[in-house]
Structures are given as structure tokens and as C-alpha cells.
Nanobody, 123 residues
């Protein structure tokens, strides 16, 4: 059973940077795709970024150019580096894992989820 634990959220000002981490355990060698999603109050859970087993990355248009997803396989940790943060980036950020090949931006195609970490960007 894959377990994901996010950390690194917090309260920052617009224009600041933040790095989120997601520590994975249990069967991580079988995870082909890992991703980040976010959910603002009253809104659906939206795709942010994903990384394939081969290192290819994918981003939502709303964060492209400001966000980088990367992983440290030795540490079984996924990261999300966010720069030039905006108030509209405020949300709970979730780490997710997809157990089949092929990336996806659909949250219902990810089987494993972390508990989420709050990111709040003040203007």
C-alpha cells in the first residue's frame, strides 16, 4: 500500500517561493506517475503538475513557467517548487500517485493520495 505524506506548505506573500515535498513509502518502485493537485475552498480539485517514471513533466497552463515538479528517487520524495506565487495559488495541495503507465490530469485516475498541505498566498 502506497503512502504519501506532504509537507512544506505555509503562509507566504505574493511573489514569494515555496517548495512542497511528498514522501512516498510502501510499493513506491511500482509507481509510474506522480502528480500534484490543488483544491481551493468551494472548488474542484485541479491538476497542477505530474512527472513520469522517465522524468518527463507536465504542467497546468495556470502554473506553467512558475512551477517545477521533480523527484529524488533515492529518497522516494516528490517535490513541487513554486515561484512567483499569486493569491490565486492559495489552496490545499495534494500529492498523488498513479499506478499505471501514462500521465493524466484527471484526479480520478490517481489511486493514492496524501492528506494535503495548505498553501496560503497573501496579496
Amino acid at each position: 500500500q502506497v503512502q504519501l505524506v506532504e509537507s512544506g506548505g505555509g503562509l507566504v506573500q505574493a511573489g514569494d517561493s515555496l517548495r512542497l515535498s511528498c514522501a512516498a513509502s510502501g510499493g513506491t518502485i511500482s509507481i509510474p506517475v506522480m502528480g500534484w493537485f490543488r483544491q481551493a475552498p468551494g472548488k474542484e480539485r485541479d491538476f497542477v503538475a505530474a512527472i513520469n517514471w522517465d522524468g518527463n513533466t507536465y504542467y497546468a497552463d495556470s502554473v506553467k513557467g512558475r512551477v517545477t515538479v521533480f523527484k529524488d528517487n533515492a529518497k522516494n520524495t516528490l517535490y513541487l517548487q513554486m515561484n512567483s506565487l499569486k493569491p490565486e495559488d492559495t489552496a490545499v495541495y495534494y500529492c498523488a500517485a498513479r499506478g499505471v503507465l501514462g500521465w493524466s490530469s484527471r484526479s480520478d485516475e490517481y489511486a493514492y493520495w496524501g492528506q494535503g498541505t495548505q498553501v496560503t498566498v497573501s496579496s
